[in-house]
């Protein structure tokens, strides 16, 4: 069940038709290239990208030879994904709906990426993701991807909506609720998880701290 501090998809359905709103989105993050080599080596084969855009990691993945599973609430971006995964001979499986409400049943995937998503709402948003992506996990199953920091430059600015909860001041997502996090934020919310790694570094923009977790499922 969504709530009503899930709203960013909104915005970043407008950015994602038009070829400049995607221009960012296409090329795969680091983070998520340097995490193959572990799902790798713990046999993920099934993985959902959760909150997947444009599609930059789920064509990864599919690439790689995994069974994929991509999920937003865009339909812009899904449509996207949709003709690039059919230009390149991919079977990658897209589902409309939002990330905190995930349609799977239980124990469905090996591996569960969200990069850049969960954040978007307050914290019974993250925290109900977390515990959706749980249930879809195998036990011993990897969930890796971001949370903000309160590092970022934009924590503490805007109009707060909810405790460590703060509208966006500027971008696509300008006007939607971003729920910031400490450390001790983090493990907190990681129920159901034993955090593997857990680094906090910026991303393109100067001073967009943003938290980088692997965890595994307990």
Wanted: hydrophobic letters at 40%.
């Amino acid at each position: 069940m969504t709530n009503e501090f899930e709203t960013a998809h909104q915005g970043w359905d407008e950015a994602w038709s038009t070829a400049e709103g995607r221009e960012d989105w296409i090329v795969p993050d680091a983070f998520v290239t340097r995490t193959l080599p572990l799902l790798k080596a713990r046999g993920c084969t099934a993985i959902a990208d959760v909150g997947c855009g444009v599609g930059r990691h789920a064509m990864l993945f599919a690439g790689e030879g995994m069974q994929v599973t991509a999920l937003d609430e865009s339909t812009a971006g899904l449509e996207f994904l949709t003709a690039a995964a059919m230009g390149a001979g991919h079977d990658i499986v897209t589902v409309q709906a939002p990330f905190s409400d995930l349609p799977f049943a239980n124990a469905s995937f090996d591996a569960v990426l969200s990069f850049n998503v969960i954040y978007h709402g307050n914290e019974a948003t993250v925290a109900r993701a977390i515990d959706e992506t749980r249930r879809c996990l195998r036990k011993g199953g990897i969930f890796f991807g971001t949370l903000l920091s309160k590092r970022n430059s934009d924590y503490g600015i805007g109009e707060e909506v909810d405790p460590g909860t703060f509208l966006r001041t500027h971008g696509h997502d300008e006007g939607h609720p971003h729920y910031y996090t400490g450390a001790s934020d983090v493990v907190r919310l990681m129920r159901g998880f034993e955090i593997l790694s857990l680094s906090d570094y910026v991303h393109d923009r100067p001073d967009s701290w943003h938290w980088h977790f692997v965890a595994e499922a307990v």
